[in-house]
């Protein structure tokens, strides 16, 4: 194997390696995304309802300044 065919190689193999961690930092932000959208809606819902926005604070993990502009 010539040097120009390892580097190719080790060229295919880093770009591989960099969109698998693409992909998977990917999934966790979209994850987290996802969990903060839920912690709003319920948020908003127990807000309706008339519960303390510290107690929703306490429970949804948000903060009383995020609860307050729902």
Known sequence: MTL???YRMEKQRSREEGIEIGKSQGIE???QEGKQE???SIATK???????VQQIAEMTE???EEIEKL
């Not at 127990?46 to 303390?52: L, V």
């Open 29 to 31: 932000i979209g994850l």
């Open 4 to 6: 120009e065919e390892e």
């Open 46 to 52: 127990m807000k309706e309802s008339g519960m303390e």
């Open 62 to 64: 948000l903060s009383i």
């Open 38 to 40: 839920t912690q709003r």
